[in-house]
Each structure stands twice: as structure tokens, then as C-alpha cells.
């Protein structure tokens, strides 16, 4: 006997009760909670399903309208078969307005993505022709520093040289600006 009253009272013990305070204390009591027992599996809710309005009815029977003739109730049926039915049409065309919205968004970004490649392929045909236009410019140098270095070069043949890449030069620099 002694025993079951030592039962009653361990299952009258009161836990203490915590009321939270701020948003973080409940955020914490949660994760604390979830994180008491982490081999329970936790239910994640998935996206709620879009509201689709109903098929509208093949038949409605014995409606008559709000015109002369129909029945207290008739009236009650007739307006809830008409509220049905601009719910649906609405539904239906706020659905297309959306796939309209939807087709012009990706039309607007398919176009904004061509805009840019051709943007980015013209500045690297432009960096492509620069630096080959350096190499070149590189080379000839070398290969006058070797003439020069062995004998056969004179102050003349560099000169036209020098005019001729600047020639050249002058002449990129036109062609960049028309660009």
C-alpha cells in the first residue's frame, strides 16, 4: 500500500514550467527538444497542393435561376452554382495570365543571355586581336635585335621598320574606334 502511494505521488510531481521570453528561447526549446532524441524521425511538411477549383457539373438539376417561379431554396443553389463557376473561370484565367508571365520571363532572360555572349565574345576577339598584334610586335623586335646583333641590319632597315609597325599601329587604333 505504501507503494502505490509512493506511485501517485511520482506521477503528480510537477515539472518545472519554462515560459519563454523572446522568439530565441522558443527557437532554442525546439532544437533542444528535437535534439533530445535524434534517432526520431522528424517530419518535414512538403509544399501545400495549388487550389484547384472543382469540374464543373455535367447536369444541375431543377435550378431555375433568381427569376419568377423558382422556390425560396432555388435561389441559394442558383447563386452558389454561379459563385462555383466564376471561381473556376477566374481560376483558369489567372492560370493562363501566369504561363503568359512565365513564357515572357524566360523569353527576356533567353535574350538577355544571347546579349551577353555576344557582348563577351566581342571584348575577346578584341583582347585576341591586341595580343597578337603585341606578339608580333614582340617578334619583329627580336628578330631585329638579332639582325642588329649580327652585322647585317643598318640604321636604315630599322627605321623603316619602326615606321611600318607604327604605320600598323595607328591604323588598329582606327579600326577600334569605328568599333
Not at 42 to 52: F, H, N
Not at 58 to 64: K, Q, S
Not at 73 to 81: L, P
Amino acid at each position: 500500500m505504501a507503494d502505490e502511494k509512493e506511485d501517485k505521488n511520482s506521477k503528480n510531481v510537477k515539472k518545472d514550467v519554462y515560459i519563454p521570453q523572446t522568439q530565441h528561447d522558443v527557437q532554442r526549446r525546439k532544437i533542444e527538444k528535437l535534439m533530445s532524441n535524434p534517432d526520431k524521425p522528424v517530419v518535414i511538411p512538403g509544399q501545400k497542393k495549388e487550389w484547384k477549383p472543382s469540374d464543373p457539373k455535367d447536369f444541375v438539376r431543377f435550378v431555375m435561376g433568381s427569376s419568377a417561379g423558382a422556390g425560396s431554396g432555388e435561389f441559394h443553389v442558383y447563386r452558389a452554382t454561379r459563385r462555383r463557376e466564376n471561381n473556376r473561370l477566374k481560376y483558369i484565367d489567372d492560370k493562363a495570365k501566369k504561363e503568359d508571365a512565365d513564357a515572357e520571363y524566360h523569353k527576356k532572360q533567353e535574350e538577355n543571355e544571347t546579349m551577353a555572349d555576344e557582348k563577351t565574345a566581342k571584348k575577346r576577339a578584341k583582347r585576341l586581336k591586341k595580343k597578337q598584334k603585341k606578339q608580333a610586335l614582340k617578334k619583329s623586335k627580336q628578330d631585329n635585335v638579332k639582325d642588329n646583333a649580327s652585322g647585317e641590319g643598318t640604321k636604315e632597315s630599322s627605321q623603316k621598320e619602326n615606321t611600318q609597325n607604327e604605320n600598323t599601329e595607328s591604323e588598329d587604333d582606327s579600326d577600334e574606334e569605328k568599333t
